[in-house]
């Protein structure tokens, strides 16, 4: 076990992720040369009296710790492939219109090697510096969720190293047990080394927009409009949105990446205008290339005018592609030189049910959040559950068209902007949702205690621990998580 490195600057790395709430120190970290290495390390870990914890990290961009382990060994997923001058971990096939990714692989690389051959997957998270097996492991959405599912839905096929120290591949036709548990399986029955993942033409360039309302119930209609197949024309390729509070826009950054300073004067004009404590944005982008560019005006007018924001307030830029799918990557360096990246992230992701979305708003926005600390973003965009698949672990509410909702704000402050405090109010908005019967489900999910995990996997929680026993009895993989205990 020679690649296991157990120094204080290594074990420190792997002690804490993204979030900065939750920290655990290994008794390790090992660097995986090849897959194999990763079986010769489980099967070490299962031939000893008690069994170590082992943790597959890939970018350890969780929030709560799901990537640590707690005395175990913490598996830098990255080191594969490591010391080669060529990534030979990323291999697209044109003809057969698939990319075999690396599980450790960052979707930015994924998106590079795809678009050489003119091709790119189909769903992207709004950040490419997180892995493929980091995402698989939960569900991996974003604006084009809605059109192709997560990226969970574009996965052909997987090479996974269960927690019997096996090295599996697995598709809908061969193991399907094992693949279907892997996506959205939160790291609990195998360590995901290769993923074979769905290619179509790429765009060349995108119109970028966003169109802000002041009511929640036009903006809700339109969002939901445009995820169904009743708009003119193939409507959006992406649809996203926010809410901003008040204090967003009257205390927050006086420009941004998208918004000027003038656009935002002129949104925040329109909450004194209109009596609003919250503006929403649809974000939507239209892809076009040479074949297209002549048309896609007209045709994006033609689906604005389907469209019912407040009249005037529609903000246009036109992006690369790349550009636009990294614009989260521009957003990370801004906030690194602000020294705000490395900062506490108490972030809670729902997914809402379509019916309950309006009284979630009223509760939440309009109420537990309505004079809250204005750092960072809150996201709200619906996606269509026919284009998730009921076979894998991952878990939506049960109505056809749900709401994925992320509170993704930072603790920077003292005082109302802490970390005490957004969690606090977490942990209220957790509670209106539960006395309200909302019936929302957490995605990127965390639960303290066993009742809380067997409510969020529901109907599914036997199918999960009867897969536990059969690809992790001894309860080894991914103990960040905090589901099954380790067995002894
Ligand atoms: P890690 O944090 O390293 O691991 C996450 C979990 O998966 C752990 O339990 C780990 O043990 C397990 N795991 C890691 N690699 C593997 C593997 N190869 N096989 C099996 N299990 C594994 N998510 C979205 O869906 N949409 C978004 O738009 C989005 N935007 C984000 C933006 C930012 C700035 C950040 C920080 C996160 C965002 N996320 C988004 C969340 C992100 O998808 C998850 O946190 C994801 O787990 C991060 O990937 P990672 O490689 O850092 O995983």
Not at 403 to 414: D, H, K, N, T
């Amino acid at each position: 076990m020679s690649k296991i490195r157990t120094d204080h600057d290594t074990t420190t790395e792997a002690s804490s992720d993204f979030g900065h709430i939750v920290e655990a120190t290994p008794s390790g970290v090992f660097h995986p040369t090849f897959p194999a290495d990763i079986v010769t390390l489980i099967r070490f870990s299962l031939s000893q009296p008690t069994p170590f914890a082992v943790a597959p990290r890939g970018k350890g961009h969780s929030s709560q710790g799901q990537a640590l382990a707690p005395g175990g060994i913490v598996v830098d997923m990255q080191a594969l492939g490591d010391g080669r001058r060529t990534n030979h971990r990323v291999a697209v096939l044109f003809d057969e219109m698939y990319v075999d990714a690396g599980g450790e692989q960052l979707w930015i690389n994924v998106l590079h090697a795809a678009l050489e051959h003119g091709l790119t997957p189909c769903v992207w998270t709004d950040y490419l510096r997180i892995t493929v097996g980091g995402t698989l492991s939960n569900a991996g959405i974003g604006g084009q969720a809605f059109r192709h599912g997560p990226q969970i839905s574009n996965v052909h096929e997987l090479d996974v190293v269960t927690g019997t120290g096996e090295m599996i591949t697995c598709s809908p036709e061969v193991n399907p047990a094992l693949f279907f548990a892997v996506l959205g399986g939160l790291g609990q029955f195998g360590v995901i080394t290769r993923a074979r993942i769905r290619l179509e033409r790429a765009p060349k360039r995108v119109k970028w927009v966003r169109l802000a309302y002041s009511d929640v119930h036009s903006f809700t209609t339109d969002q939901e409009l445009l995820i169904s197949k009743r708009t003119s024309g193939s409507g959006f390729d992406y649809v996203e949105g926010q809410v901003q509070l008040n204090r967003t826009l009257t205390e927050g950054h006086k420009s941004s990446s998208f918004f000027s300073a003038s656009d935002l004067a002129r949104l925040t004009g329109l909450t004194v205008e209109t009596g609003s404590v919250t503006i929403y944005y649809i974000e939507g982008a239209m892809y076009y290339d040479e074949d297209t560019a002549a048309s896609v005006d007209q045709k994006l007018e033609a689906l604005l005018e389907e469209l019912s924001f407040v009249t005037g307030f529609v903000f246009v830029r036109d992006a690369s592609y790349v550009e636009f799918l990294d614009r989260v990557g521009r957003e990370e360096q801004n906030l690194r030189s602000a020294g705000a990246w490395d900062v506490p992230h108490p972030w809670l992701n729902l997914f809402v049910p379509r019916s309950r979305i309006v009284d979630f708003d009223a509760g939440v926005f309009k109420g537990i959040l309505r004079d809250a600390n204005p750092v960072g973003l809150i996201l709200i965009y619906p996606m269509n559950k026919d284009k998730w698949d009921d076979r894998m672990t991952a878990v939506t509410p049960e109505e056809d068209v749900f709401y994925a909702v992320g509170l993704l704000r930072s603790a920077v402050g003292r005082g109302e902007g802490d970390l005490e405090q957004l969690e606090r109010e977490n942990a209220a908005v957790l509670e209106f949702c539960d006395r309200a019967g909302i019936g929302c489900k957490q995605y990127l999910p965390h639960h303290a205690s066993l009742d809380g995990w067997r409510r969020h996997f529901g109907a599914k929680w036997g199918r999960v621990a009867e897969l536990k026993a059969r690809y992790d009895p001894r309860a080894i993989l991914s103990p960040g998580q905090g589901i099954f205990p380790p067995a002894t």
